[in-house]
C-alpha cells in the first residue's frame, strides 16, 4: 500500500467516525438523562480514540517520501490497531445506546 492509499484510508475511517460521532450527538438531545448519560461516557471514550487516528494520520502524513519503505509495515500496523480500537470504542457506544439505533 502506498502512503496516499494508506492515508486516503485513515481519512475515510476518521469522515465516518466523525458523522456517526455528529450523529449521535444530534440524535442525544431527544433523549432521556439516564440515556444521555450513557451517550455521554461512551462519547468520551470514543473521542480520544478519534483523536489518535487523526495523529496517526498526520505522523503519517509527515513521513519523508524516502523514507516510506522503511516506515510503512510499522505504520500500517499501528493504524490497524487504532482502527481496532476505533471500531471497539464505537460497538460499545452502540451497545450503551442501542435504543437511540433502533
Known amino acids: 500500500m502506498t502512503k496516499d492509499e494508506l492515508l ?28 444521555l448519560d450513557d451517550i455521554r461516557e461512551a462519547i468520551d471514550d470514543l ?3 478519534l483523536e489518535q487516528a487523526k495523529a496517526k ?13 522503511d516506515v510503512k509495515d510499522s505504520l500500517e500496523e499501528g493504524w490497524d490497531e487504532i482502527s481496532a480500537k476505533l471500531e471497539k470504542g464505537w460497538d460499545s457506544l452502540t451497545s450503551a445506546v442501542k435504543s437511540i439505533f433502533s
Request: aromatic share 2%; proline share 2%; net charge negative.
Open 47 to 49: 473521542e480520544p480514540k
Open 8 to 35: 486516503n484510508k485513515i481519512q475515510s475511517t476518521i469522515d465516518e467516525q466523525q458523522a456517526k460521532l455528529t450523529k449521535l450527538k444530534n440524535k442525544a438531545k431527544e433523549e432521556s438523562q439516564e440515556t
Open 57 to 69: 494520520a498526520l505522523e503519517i502524513a509527515e513521513t519523508a517520501d524516502d523514507k516510506w519503505d
